[in-house]
Each structure stands twice: as C-alpha cells, then as structure tokens.
C-alpha cells in the first residue's frame, strides 16, 4: 500500500475555530511531512516529524500546531487561521527524512478561512 | 541551501520530447536532484531522482552535467495526460533537520 491519506478533503472554518486535519500512512516510513500550498505556488515546506520527532519547523506561526501520535499519524491543529492562511495542505511521508527520499503525497485538504 | 529555478511554462504538441530544465548553482556535494509532477488539486508524484549523468526509468530521462548546477528532465513522445506542473527538488539524505525547497515549477500544457 503506497497511498498517503488525508481528512478532510475540504474544510471551511472562521477565524476563530478550531479544526484538525489528519493524515495517515502505512508503507512504515519513518518521516512524515506537512506542506502548504497556494495557487499556482510551489508546496511549501511547514513541518517534518522524523522517527515522531518534530526536526524541521519553519518558522510556522503557532497558530498552526503538528501533532505526530505514531509512527502511522500526522495531525496539523489549527486555531483562529487567517484568511491569507487558506490553501492546499498536503501531507507526505518518506522513508527516512532528507530531501533526496522519494516522498508520497496525499491528495491534500482544500482549506477555506472565512 | 540549494534554492531551484525553472521555466514558468511550456507548451508543446502530442508526440513530441519536452525536455525542462533546473537550476541549481548552489548544489552541494551530497545533494540529490528528484523531479516531481503535479495535477491540478492533487499531491506531487515522484517522476525520477539522479545524482550524476544520465538515469532513465520508464517514464523519463534525467540529465545532469558534471558541474550539476542545473538538470533536465526529458519527457519523451508527450501526450495530453502529461498536461501538469513539473517541480525539481534538490535534497540530500541527512536526517538533521536540513531544509530543502520545491522549484518554482514549471507548467507543461501538451496541444492535440
């Protein structure tokens, strides 16, 4: 199974609520990414849990909040988001972090903030 | 860090080679240079990965000369459903929290 999964597909909050998404894996590979990407932009790297250990933040505002529960998880927390924060969040998952790892992507979460 | 820069976008007729380029003046030793594709609302895809000279696997070709400042990935004989954005991706194997970036992407539109 070579197929990284991501709840919900779409998602709709204001300004002030709080959502999660979610993403899942199981091809046992040990590092596990979160991206954000705008329209006609390339993804952006935000988080990267290696062995459930966050070794990468870059610089994400603390309204976004990775969880890693298991090796097989990645939750993103978001709370009181921006509108400038809405976009396609993608998960992937390598076998190993490092950016010469072929990464697997998931089909991403269409976030809207209203 | 080795940041990318490619075309913004490239049209070319059914049948043809499309060959896209990176740059890469940055690139550092242990670097690895990986080609991704992209559809409209989906994640990328790995297409292919080199280190040096040439790979080929059953989709593409990677050419990367002996400096590897910049690379070219070969599409051979495009049809429709190459129609994406292509993403190069310079990165090495270090788990140390080291940074890698996607290229600027490059837009294919394949013409009937």
């Known amino acids: 199974d070579t197929e990284v999964t991501q709840t919900p597909k779409h998602l709709v909050m204001g300004m002030t609520n709080k959502k999660s998404l979610k993403c899942e894996q199981h091809?046992?590979?040990?590092?596990m990414y979160w991206y954000k990407q705008k329209a006609k932009k390339p993804p952006e790297l935000m988080f990267v849990?290696?062995?459930?250990?966050?070794?990468i933040n870059e610089s994400v505002p603390s309204r976004f909040s990775p969880e890693c529960p298991n090796s097989s998880l990645l939750n993103l927390h978001l709370h009181a988001l921006q509108p400038e924060d809405s976009a396609l969040y993608l998960c992937?998952?390598?076998?190993?972090?490092?950016?010469?790892?072929?990464?697997?992507f998931g089909p991403g979460t269409r976030l809207t903030v209203t | 860090l080795a940041k990318t820069t490619q075309p913004i976008s490239m049209d070319s007729y059914e049948g043809q080679e499309v060959n896209i380029t990176c740059s890469h003046n940055?690139?550092?030793?242990?670097?690895?240079i990986t080609w991704y594709q992209q559809f409209p609302s989906q994640g990328p895809r790995f297409i292919i990965q080199?280190?040096?000279t040439k790979v080929t696997n059953e989709v593409a070709s990677l050419f990367i000369p002996a400096d590897r400042k910049s690379s070219t990935l070969s599409l051979p004989r495009v049809s429709l459903s190459d129609t994406a954005v292509y993403y190069c991706?310079?990165?090495?194997?270090?788990?140390?929290?080291?940074?890698?970036?996607f290229g600027t992407g490059t837009s294919l539109t394949v013409i009937p």
């Open positions: 849990y290696s062995y459930e250990k966050l070794s």
């Open positions: 991706l310079v990165g090495d194997t270090r788990d140390t929290g080291n940074q890698f970036y």
């Open positions: 992937a998952s390598s076998q190993v972090s490092g950016g010469a790892y072929e990464q697997y």
């Open positions: 091809m046992g590979h040990r590092a």
């Open positions: 080199g280190y040096k």
């Open positions: 940055n690139i550092a030793t242990n670097d690895y």
